[in-house]
């Protein structure tokens, strides 16, 4: 503790500290000091800085001051996972995104669907409380990323709980593969059917879904290098700011004696 | 009465007083144990405005001394608060 405050009494402006060091040092030594003295002395030292506005001490104690708040803030701020997976497509006839699959996609992510997916792990239990389901399925599209292109469609899920994002990735895939496989088996009994029927159209087949990789949750939101970074920043520049508008006051003060 | 200048002119009223001494007497007779950094503000402050003067010292610990002005300023503060006590106390017994 007393190597921290000696420390401390150096974050005092030098001015200062040529004045009042000695007997403040003294002063430390016959207390004892503890740690709400030290809490004090830290409180003491930033106001002296900005009376004395020494400009890039200041900056520098108002830098640390905005880090510490910016991890304060990205420790209350809840954490999100994202966990996706890239459905390859596989076109044997025509080039472009075959007409089912988003006719397939409405299947998976229809609101009866959405809804079982929502009872079955759990979703959402704080709004299912205070919200009606239709507003929860809401919710869940909103948290749900569907891109479809020629070659893939990317699916993705984002949830607070990391294990969920993944499960509930997984069943999302799954069912597009369960729809897929329902579609190929749909034509195949036309065709053994209707052995008689004209040719259907050539867009109407011929597509595969292939899935390569497996869903990974992975941490999304602020990243927290940055949020120190801005903290850091933020607070320096309103280091410099009181520093200079003190200075400002106190020479403005100056001319007026 | 918690403002720390104030304490801290009113412990160096009945004579000349050193850092610590004053935050053990401000603790004896205010019941208010005044960090380091705040009581160092307050004499930074105090001897800014010319209410208090060091006292050449050859130890670490320099004693401070209660000026003119500040002894005026304190017998101001504490009229003024004496003011306020007396109104509070008649108003109490009214009730």
Known sequence: MKKIIQFAVKLYPARWRARYGAEFDALLEDMNAGFGDLLNLMKGALLM?????????????????????????????????ASSVKIHIVSYRSPGLPPEVPVLASHVLSEAALTRLIEQ????PSERRSQSMADVVHRFREDITYRPTPEA????????????????????????????????????????????????????????????????????????????????????????????????????????? | MSDPTLLVLASLADGDKHGYAMMEDIRTFASIRLGPGTLYGAITRLEERGWIRPVNSPDRRRPYRLTAAGRRHLQEELAGLDQVVKAGLRRLRHV
């Open chain 1, 49 to 81: 800085q900005i009376k004395w506005s020494n400009i890039p001490l200041m900056a520098a104690a108002c830098g640390l001051l905005g880090i510490f708040l910016a991890a304060q803030v990205f420790r209350a701020t809840p954490k999100r996972y």
């Open chain 1, 121 to 124: 792990n759990e979703l959402y």
């Open chain 1, 153 to 257: 469609l990317q699916v993705s899920f984002t949830y607070p709980d990391s294990q969920k994002a993944q499960k509930v990735e997984s069943e999302l895939v799954r069912s597009f593969m369960v729809e897929n496989f329902m579609v190929r088996l749909q034509e195949a009994s036309d065709k053994s059917m209707n052995q008689q029927a004209p040719p259907r159209d050539p867009t109407r087949s011929g597509f595969n879904l292939i899935v390569t990789d497996f869903p990974h949750p992975v941490p999304v939101g602020a990243n927290l290098i940055k949020v120190l970074s801005l903290g850091f920043g933020g607070g320096a520049l309103a280091g410099v700011a009181v520093a200079m508008l003190r200075r400002r006051i106190q020479r403005s003060a100056g001319s007026h004696v």
